[in-house]
């Protein structure tokens, strides 16, 4: 039976390349990064909006090298797995937010297992969307402190321990600690802060890297009442009286969701406030790289800067984000960037600055910043491929491939002819609002050529073709929960009861006792199937009303299969919530 290797074990097996460092021998410093979670490029203060308050993030910016062209992909799960690796996402396995195509394999190496290897100590605090079972969690992944809600957010199915709060699913969560539930008292935001700031002060005396990753502002628009008092009487959509950037109108809806969403900023402008106080009372300040990014366009309509699109787009609204970096000790502050850079480019600029080695087993899409920092010139224009549809990329739908200010955008069939494509020149129109596809068709043939090359390669990655499956019944995980975020099957699986649902799995051999969770109550007098490959168990059921089953003491071989769940009752075919699985010999 195929086993993932242990992130140590690959490291002590992978040829490294060292690279040039800023950092000198035994000066390593501690790294801090921030990334929150639809907040788009106009939700800060600094980026021109003229509602939200954001004092703390405001200042950090002016001390920072601000990297003014910045991009991430166009949703959450591939811009973390492209954060964490340097690689573009298809390349890790993750190809979705949810339908099983958001856990990432587990022969990646993350910035994490990069650090641990110079003796850091590793946390991540908040989302991690990159996969909830063994192999694939942060633990599994080079953390060695993680305090994280499931999935792609609180409140989603994935996230079963916070779904049925409903609109109370922000506050007094049972989180994952170190991969056991554990229940915390107040608002998110707050506790994940505040298990950073504790792992900061435990860890000050060696190297730390602090993954912060709030789930604020996401949906569901959850906020303590004060900072929603703070913008309830507010007009998001006034204050750009005579500005001609093209702007999308606001409706009530709109209006209220920016609203709630500013008020989830200011509480972690409020929040990184105390985490930036504690690094000063500590004296680390100087010796540590504080990131802060965002990792998509916003979800709603409202202000972004005049540019088009949102989260979902590849046009610069969905792609753009605010990139800030601070290191006094290192790097001259309070300038801008106008380079094109991305999140492919953190883990190779982090290798540099601390010193540290870089995977040559595999390709790494991103580069080091650090000439940039320096001043250097030499930077070639290379290309930036941005796509997003579900299950998989849909050959020229919401498709982009960018070089130097030429931007290719595809929203056309198949076999489409080049008048059907759209190019923009982002420094002479940075709101994309002139087409110049048919004034330089010589160019947008290059620029096509490109795509099409790229787009073969990364559908064609190892990881997407043999998507990481699941490991069930080893002592790094028993018992086990499956959720619906990590299915696959039907397309769009989410909280239906009659829908076709599995999880790729590699089963250890053994006795299990297996329980299903049920949506809602369910009848009497059907039958609960369980496949794994071609071995299918099955039991009536005869209590009516209950929302759990449970299997005890299957026997289940050693095979890697797709596990199938379903309750059978008059013609109907009931997919669990959530399936736990304990082998208890």
């Not at 030429?406 to 002139?434: C, G, I, R, W």
């Amino acid at each position: 039976m195929k086993r993932p290797i242990p992130y140590l074990l690959l490291f002590c097996i992978i040829y490294m390349r060292p690279v040039p460092s800023v950092a000198q021998q035994g000066e390593r410093p501690n790294v801090i990064l921030v990334i929150t979670d639809d907040q788009g490029y106009g939700d800060l203060g600094i980026t021109g909006n003229p509602h939200v308050k954001t004092p703390t993030l405001d200042a950090f910016a002016k001390e920072s090298v601000r990297l003014t062209n910045f991009y991430v992909s166009p949703v959450c799960a591939p811009t973390r797995a492209s954060l964490m690796t340097g690689r573009y996402s298809l390349r890790t396995g993750i190809r979705d937010t949810y339908n099983g195509g958001a856990i990432m394999a587990s022969t990646e190496v993350t910035i994490a297992e990069m650090l641990k290897q110079a003796d850091y100590r590793t946390g991540i605090f908040g989302k991690w969307h990159l996969g909830d079972n063994y192999p694939s969690r942060p633990q599994d992944q080079g953390f060695d402190e993680s305090v994280i809600h499931l999935a792609g957010g609180m409140g989603q199915v994935g996230d079963f321990t916070t779904y049925f709060k409903g609109d109370r699913s922000y506050f007094d969560p049972v989180l994952w600690h170190n991969g056991k539930q554990e229940a915390y008292i107040g608002y998110c935001s707050d506790i994940f802060a505040d298990q950073a700031i504790r792992f900061i002060e435990k860890n000050r005396s060696n190297p730390f890297f602090c993954y912060l990753s709030f789930n604020a502002p996401h949906t569901p628009l959850q906020v303590p009442q004060k900072y929603y008092d703070r913008y309830k009487d507010i007009d998001p959509s006034s204050g750009f009286k005579d500005d001609d950037r093209p702007f999308t109108e606001m409706t009530e809806k709109d209006k209220e969701d920016a609203r709630k969403v500013y008020a989830m900023v200011s509480n972690i402008d409020d929040n990184l406030g105390r985490l930036f106080q504690k690094l000063k009372e500590l004296k680390l300040e100087k010796n540590t790289i504080v990131i802060f990014m965002t990792d998509n366009g916003p979800q709603q309509v409202r202000y972004v800067a005049g540019m088009k699109g949102r989260k979902g787009s590849v046009y610069r609204g969905g792609v753009r984000v605010p990139f800030y970096l601070r290191y006094p000790k290192k790097i001259k502050g309070n300038r801008d960037i106008e380079t094109t850079a991305a999140h492919i480019d953190v883990l190779p600029t982090l290798a540099e600055i601390c010193d540290l080695e870089v995977p040559r087993d595999r390709k790494l899409d991103g580069r080091s910043l650090v000439p940039l920092f320096q001043g250097k010139k030499e930077w070639q224009e290379r290309l930036l491929f941005f796509y997003w549809t579900r299950k998989y990329p849909v050959r020229y739908i919401n498709m982009a491939l960018q070089q130097g200010p030429y931007k290719l955008v595809a929203q056309t069939n198949f076999d489409a002819s080049l008048k059907d494509f759209e190019m923009y020149h982002v420094l002479n129109d940075p709101y994309e609002q002139k087409n110049l596809a048919m004034e330089n068709t010589a160019m947008v043939q290059r620029l096509k050529n490109e795509m099409d090359k790229t787009y073969h390669e990364l559908i064609n990655s190892e990881n997407l073709l043999n998507p990481p499956p699941i490991i069930v019944g080893t002592q790094n995980e028993n018992p086990i929960f499956l959720n619906r975020n990590d299915a696959s099957g039907e397309r769009g699986i989410w909280n239906q009861e009659e829908v076709f649902g599995k999880w790729k799995v590699v089963l250890t051999e053994g006795l299990y006792n297996i329980r299903f969770k049920f949506v809602k109550p369910i009848k009497k007098g059907g039958k609960m199937f369980l496949e794994t490959g071609s071995l299918i168990n099955s039991m009536e059921n005869d209590t009516d009303g209950t929302d759990s089953l449970e299997m005890t003491g299957v026997s289940l071989p050693d095979m890697e299969c797709d596990l199938i769940p379903f309750y059978a009752i008059d013609g109907k075919r009931i997919f669990p919530f959530w399936v736990e699985m304990e082998r208890i010999q």
